[in-house]
């Protein structure tokens, strides 16, 4: 599986070398670059500006060769986003899903999710701190169809995981 945080951009030949070997291809937005996505992002709706790049990168790695169910599409959590950009694209994650490509969410440790959980004292948690805001993420992700799931603490989201599942089978 390649995981293209430039969905392309940096280097078109990507979605060729993923077409001739049949290798899945992971397609994430991010504004800017690494070194100033984070310097006032500004979105006007940044649900549909991200669904809206997602399916015009994912229609170039089609032109070059990949098939439709081998790109997923990763709405970038914290990469050039503020914390309500990355509430409001959480939310909407079943507006991504409704595309039919698999979609990755990769909320794991994010910082946004810090911003709400204070600690006891006032202060921001740590990001190993934020196991049980990862697992919530993960158990919406769930709810909303997300198919893919980026965690550095694989048990306890997988718990989560399994549990939104079952829920949403009952």
Do not use: W
């Not at 503020?82 to 440790?109: C, F, I, P, Q, W």
């Not at 910082?111 to 158990?139: H, K, V, W, Y």
């Amino acid at each position: 599986i390649l995981n293209d945080v430039s969905a392309g951009r940096e280097d078109e030949r990507m979605f060729a070398l993923a077409a001739s070997h049949a290798a899945p291809i992971i397609l994430m937005h991010m504004q800017g670059a690494p070194a100033t996505m984070q310097q006032n992002p500004a979105y006007d709706d940044v649900a549909a500006e991200v669904q809206a790049f997602l399916l015009e990168r994912a229609s170039a790695a089609m032109g070059a060769g990949m098939p439709h169910e081998q790109i997923a599409l990763a709405p970038g959590i914290g990469f050039g986003k503020t914390r309500e950009h990355n509430l409001k694209l959480v939310a909407s994650l079943d507006r991504l899903v409704a595309t039919g490509h698999a979609v990755l969410l990769g909320t794991s440790r994010k910082r946004f999710m810090g911003s709400i959980c204070a600690n006891s004292d006032g202060s921001a948690p740590q990001p190993t701190e934020l196991l049980g805001a990862t697992c919530a993420t993960t158990a919406l992700g769930v709810a909303l169809g997300v198919k893919i799931f980026r965690v550095h603490d694989v048990k306890a989201n997988r718990q989560a995981a399994d549990v939104a599942h079952a829920i949403m089978r009952a």
